[in-house]
């Protein structure tokens, strides 16, 4: 059972591309090795910057042997298709076998297909690999036709069983595969012959190469913690950067510098997007301070001065960097001293927004009315609403935000700050943009929640109005986590607010921003694009609550009740009737529901009329009859109240109540019967059924 | 090989170290292009010799200039004229990143002693409708290159591949010299009898050169010169591939300068704020339109590998 140990060698993999690289190469080769029926044992894939290896261990030697047998044609059949059959088998007539069946002989072919060796299947299924490998974004090289990340330069391949290490014969481009790797670029960049797993790791590790991702973070990880532990410092724990930086260097040497002190004021956020975007340095807190004092940057060699000079070299950059930051935080800090937030969000008249859709200005505006509209329905202060509406983008103006995009928000929040607005009109313009993703967290100050919902809600009516909604994998504009944004702060906060009626209310003022081309379609165009808006929050709804474990049909059920656009609402009625329908009682209610609800509706379609006369209990023949009577009134007489208290629970419970009385009607009961009259009220006693169940919840779109 | 012990003095030494060096290493050294460019890339020697199947290897010094740069000279780092280094050898040589390696060490950058990474950097110039795969070098954290290889020009696929390389001098000089601020850098060597610095030959020009770029360029005049030379070079395209006395001669470098007038005319456009966000990609994709017909009739020539 020999071990493969493969080694892909290029120039300089960039690292976002090497997590991946890692699972693919695995899996096309194990996958590739099993199909081509070798068996084995583990395998692990590692990469550094100039190399993406596998190895596996155990691999069978060769494949086992495989039988065959064919049919072949008639033994009467033309002497040209018996010449066929042989060619296609490489048998001759000798090696054929006469056969019977139902219809008369046959020639059969029977023949075994010797395994083959684990070097030929290894050989093919590597060739395959690199030739077809999925790499985000690949190149040619040279006159070379081959794609590769960067260019490929050697290809390692052997198998190592007892009598030692072979290299599997194999070449891709003029490539030929070999038992030779190299060390690091610049320690110990001689070849370096390998005889197996453990002893390619060794002697990588002799020539400075860490192979292992894991065993590099970790190095990096424990010494970053050990310098700054050794001057009373703490590392700022950025687990991105970490792997990045792991799969920039093959011989991590940790290194700790100071910041200067000019720079120390600057906001935390800067100094960190700072140093992690431009130089890949983590940041490192003095906790006595409160502040970030020194940077922890990871170079790839040893030197004869202990990193002095990769260390000045990399201060001096930072240096330069800061300075510009600097600049740019006192440049913006002026224009707020002078103007103001407010002044600052004057140049927005003057930034598109988009092509179709005006100004930053002209959208800033839309989502200060629309703030405050919402500002009474979730506790904030109208005017406060506005106010932070109007200068929660005002930062994209910075100078800051100019240099460092990702900074939008935080940026808004030190300038208002600075400004001394109200620390909630600071803290909406960062909280504003919240959540961002699915983990992020959610605004719950009233004011951030209004700006938050103003902005979203604005941009999905105005894509939705100029037609750029998301499709299948295209999402411009991030339409769906807006989407996904609102569904979150409305619930995560428990907001009772009419979610459509606000985007119907918001449609009409978009006519003022001139969004829509024919004013005599302007009001019907309106309508249809809330409408789709809802739908589309709807679906995003449903996509949200099957993560938490809601079904699909549940929801619709509930969507299809009145006061739907009340999600707070909508999902407790959700939750209650998931709740139900997974007790007995509630899979019965519904089986119940659907044989009442058919048989009804069978039969108005039939007799074309609709059965909503109240049935008359005096006309019960059996018990069970005059039990349903009873029991619908007990039920209606409670399911009313709890709908009007809001209480799903009682009400589903309620409902849940009339489970055993229809299942023993429907057991008692003859519903066609000859007696018009009886037949008559029974239909609508069923109706009641229907009337009583309707009011929890749409039951007819529950499936099953 | 150049001297690796010593430490260039001076911004020229820098430069004619790396002619040397690269001059040792098989490229033609030639002068810098006689039009105002944007960027070493847009020398024929590299946007049209980077088409076609024939080998090629040059070098040059490209003066380049990049108008809303201009910073009246004040900026320690930033300028509106400066002086890239350009390499382009076709086929990339397999041992490109070694040659590379060689000539930092001429410039006395001893990678024994700093930190030099290859950082993923992929290069695209929408207006020359060309993209690579590469790196920026980084030595201590620093970019001191920007290492390419070629995929597309003009929109054609590059067969076989050009590895291209670009150093920043002024930044990279003031690397290797110390120097903090880019006027105060030597310019030639500072015992010379007469030792000017990089200042003393470039503060004044700076200076004027901003205020015309920011304040005072015509920019009636630009758009009609960027329309004229748009017609020009497609009028240039649109004359027989023959001339009156028969001869084949077809005009690609003269249409190709056209282009990067045009391409010129725009950058100093956007230096005077008159191209809207939306107007900046139709200008951009004007240019690129030239640049691709370019392209297209640069390999109908000889050196493009027509017959």
């Known amino acids: 059972m020999p071990d493969l140990l493969i080694e892909l060698f290029s120039e300089e993999i960039p690292a976002r591309m090497q997590p991946r690289a890692r699972a693919d190469l695995q899996r096309r080769v194990t996958d590739g090795l099993r199909a081509g029926g070798l068996s084995m044992g583990a395998a692990t894939a590692f990469s550094t910057p100039r190399r993406l290896a596998l190895a596996v261990e155990g691999l069978g030697a060769e494949s086992p042997a495989r039988h065959e047998s064919r049919k072949g044609p008639r033994v009467d059949a033309p002497e040209a298709a018996i010449e066929g059959f042989l060619r296609s088998t490489g048998l001759t007539r000798e090696d054929l076998r006469i056969k019977d069946d139902r219809k008369g002989q046959y020639y059969s072919a029977s023949m075994t297909h010797p395994g083959r060796s684990a070097d030929a299947i290894v050989a093919e299924v590597l060739e395959s690999t690199i030739r077809d490998f999925p790499w985000p974004k690949s190149m040619r090289w040279g006159s070379g036709s081959l794609r590769w990340v960067r260019p490929l330069h050697a290809i390692l391949c052997i198998l190592t069983d007892h009598d030692g290490a072979r290299v599997v014969p194999l070449e891709v481009d003029g490539i030929a595969a070999a038992d030779v790797t190299r060390g690091h670029r610049f320690m110990a960049p001689e070849p370096v012959r390998v005889a197996g797993h453990d002893d390619y790791a060794a002697k990588l590790r002799r020539a400075h190469v860490l192979l292992d991702p894991e065993t590099?973070?970790?190095?990096?990880?424990?010494?970053?913690?050990?310098?700054?532990?050794?001057?009373?410092?703490?590392?700022?724990?950025?687990?991105?950067?970490?792997?990045?930086?792991?799969?920039?260097?093959?011989?991590?040497?940790?290194?700790?510098g100071e910041i200067g002190a000019d720079f120390r004021h600057l906001p935390p956020e800067v100094l960190q997007t700072s140093m992690r975007e431009h130089q890949k340095f983590f940041s490192v807190r003095d906790p006595a301070a409160g502040q970030i004092t020194h940077f922890v940057t990871v170079a790839n060699r040893e030197t004869e001065d202990g990193g002095a000079t990769i260390l000045a070299g990399n201060q001096r950059v930072l240096a330069a960097r800061l300075a510009d930051a600097a600049f740019f935080w006192d440049n913006d800090l002026r224009v707020v001293r002078d103007a103001g937030l407010a002044g600052m969000a004057d140049g927005l008249a003057q930034v598109t927004f988009h092509a179709k859709l005006g100004s930053q200005a002209e959208r800033v505006a839309r989502i200060a009315a629309l703030a405050r509209e919402i500002a009474p329905l979730v506790g904030a202060d109208t005017d406060a609403a506005e106010t932070a509406a109007r200068v929660a983008k005002a930062d994209l103006q910075s100078a800051m935000v100019g240099e460092f995009p990702e900074l939008q928000g935080v940026m808004g929040r030190y300038y208002a700050e600075a400004e001394g607005l109200d620390p909630e009109i600071a803290r909406a313009c960062e909280m504003h943009y919240k959540p961002l993703g699915p983990g992020d967290e959610v605004p719950d100050e009233p004011v951030s929640v209004a700006v938050a919902l103003a902005d979203k809600l604005d941009t999905l009516a105005v894509f939705w109005a100029i037609d750029e909604k998301p499709t299948g994998s295209k999402d411009p504009y991030a339409l769906r986590r807006a989407g996904l944004g609102v569904i979150r702060s409305v619930l995560e906060n428990g907001l009772r607010i009419p979610i459509g009626g606000l985007i119907r209310q918001h449609c009409e003022h978009l006519e003022h921003a001139a969004l829509m081309k024919r004013p005599d379609e302007d009001a019907w165009a309106r309508i249809?694009?809330?409408?789709?808006?809802?739908?589309?929050?709807?679906?995003?709804?449903?996509?949200?609550?099957?993560?938490?474990?809601?079904?699909?049909?549940?929801?619709?059920?509930?969507?299809?009740?009145?006061?739907?656009?009340?999600?707070?609402?909508?999902?407790?009625?959700?939750?209650?009737?998931?709740?139900?329908?997974?007790?007995?009682?509630?899979?019965?209610?519904?089986?119940?529901?659907?044989?009442?609800?058919?048989?009804?509706?069978?039969?108005?379609?039939?007799?074309?009329?609709?059965?909503?006369?109240?049935?008359?209990?005096?006309?019960?023949?059996?018990?069970?009859?005059?039990?349903?009577?009873?029991?619908?009134?007990?039920?209606?007489?409670?399911?009313?109240?709890?709908?009007?208290?809001?209480?799903?629970?009682?009400a589903m419970r309620a409902m849940a109540g009339l489970r055993a009385p229809?299942?023993?009607?429907?057991?008692?009961?003859?519903?066609n019967t000859d007696n018009q009259t009886v037949r008559r009220n029974r239909l609508n006693l069923l109706h009641r059924i229907r009337e009583i169940c309707l009011q929890v919840a749409d039951l007819r779109r529950v499936e099953g | 090989?150049?001297?690796?012990?010593?430490?260039?003095?001076?911004?020229?030494?820098?430069?004619?170290?790396?002619?040397?060096?690269?001059?040792?290493?098989?490229?033609?050294?030639?002068?810098?292009?006689d039009l105002e460019v944007g960027a070493g890339t847009f020398h024929p020697a590299t946007t049209l010799r980077a088409l076609g199947l024939r080998p090629w290897a040059a070098a040059y010094v490209q003066p380049s200039r990049r108008p809303t740069d201009g910073r009246y000279g004040d900026n320690p780092n930033r300028l509106q004229h400066y002086y890239q280094f350009q390499v382009i050898m076709k086929p990339s040589p397999p041992d490109f990143q070694e040659l590379y390696l060689g000539s930092l060490r001429a410039i006395g950058i001893d990678d024994a002693r700093h930190d030099i990474r290859f950082v993923?950097?992929?290069?695209?110039?929408?207006?020359?409708?060309?993209?690579?795969?590469?790196?920026?070098?980084?030595?201590?954290?620093?970019?001191?290159?920007?290492?390419?290889?070629?995929?597309?020009?003009?929109?054609?696929?590059?067969?076989?591949?050009?590895?291209?390389l670009t150093?920043?001098?002024?930044?990279?000089?003031m690397y290797v010299l110390g120097a903090d601020h880019v006027m105060e850098?030597?310019?030639?060597?500072?015992?010379?009898?007469q030792p000017l610095s990089y200042g003393d030959v470039f503060r004044q020009t700076e200076r004027e050169y901003s205020r015309w770029n920011f304040e005072v360029a015509d920019t009636d005049a630009l758009l009609r010169h960027f329309e004229d030379a748009e017609a020009e070079c497609a009028r240039i395209l649109n004359a027989?591939?023959?001339?009156?006395?028969?001869?084949?001669?077809?005009?690609?470098?003269?249409?190709?300068?056209?282009?990067?007038?045009?391409?010129?005319?725009?950058?100093?456009?956007?230096?005077?704020?008159?191209?809207?966000?939306?107007?900046?990609?139709?200008?951009?994709?004007?240019?690129?339109?030239?640049?691709?017909?370019?392209?297209?009739?640069?390999?109908?020539?000889?050196?493009?590998?027509?017959?």
């Open chain 1, 216 to 256: 590099r973070a970790e190095h990096i990880r424990a010494e970053a913690a050990t310098l700054t532990f050794a001057q009373g410092l703490e590392l700022v724990e950025d687990a991105g950067l970490l792997e990045e930086v792991t799969g920039m260097v093959e011989w991590p040497v940790v290194l700790i």
């Open chain 1, 528 to 650: 249809v694009l809330a409408q789709n808006l809802s739908f589309f929050l709807h679906e995003r709804l449903k996509v949200h609550l099957r993560e938490e474990g809601i079904r699909h049909d549940v929801i619709d059920a509930c969507l299809a009740m009145t006061g739907a656009d009340d999600l707070t609402l909508l999902v407790r009625r959700a939750e209650a009737l998931g709740d139900l329908l997974k007790t007995e009682d509630g899979e019965n209610l519904l089986q119940g529901f659907k044989r009442a609800n058919n048989i009804l509706t069978q039969a108005e379609e039939a007799d074309g009329v609709e059965y909503s006369f109240g049935p008359d209990p005096k006309l019960a023949e059996t018990g069970a009859e005059s039990a349903l009577f009873e029991a619908l009134d007990a039920a209606g007489s409670e399911i009313g109240p709890a709908m009007a208290a809001e209480d799903f629970t009682a």
């Open chain 1, 662 to 671: 229809i299942d023993a009607f429907f057991e008692a009961v003859q519903i």
């Open chain 2, 1 to 33: 090989m150049a001297d690796q012990a010593a430490k260039p003095r001076s911004f020229q030494e820098l430069i004619l170290r790396l002619q040397g060096y690269w001059a040792v290493n098989g490229c033609a050294i030639l002068q810098p292009y």
């Open chain 2, 120 to 164: 993923e950097d992929d290069w695209e110039s929408p207006t020359l409708g060309a993209w690579g795969l590469g790196w920026e070098v980084w030595c201590d954290g620093m970019e001191v290159s920007q290492f390419t290889y070629f995929q597309q020009v003009g929109g054609h696929d590059c067969h076989p591949v050009s590895g291209e």
């Open chain 2, 167 to 173: 150093y920043g001098l002024e930044r990279l000089a």
């Open chain 2, 185 to 193: 850098m030597p310019f030639n060597d500072p015992d010379a009898a």
């Open chain 2, 240 to 307: 027989p591939d023959s001339d009156a006395a028969g001869r084949r001669i077809v005009m690609a470098h003269p249409a190709y300068d056209q282009c990067i007038k045009a391409s010129h005319i725009f950058n100093l456009l956007d230096a005077r704020g008159v191209i809207s966000v939306t107007e900046r990609q139709a200008y951009i994709g004007r240019v690129r339109a030239l640049a691709r017909n370019c392209a297209d009739a640069f390999l109908r020539t000889e050196a493009g590998g027509a017959a």
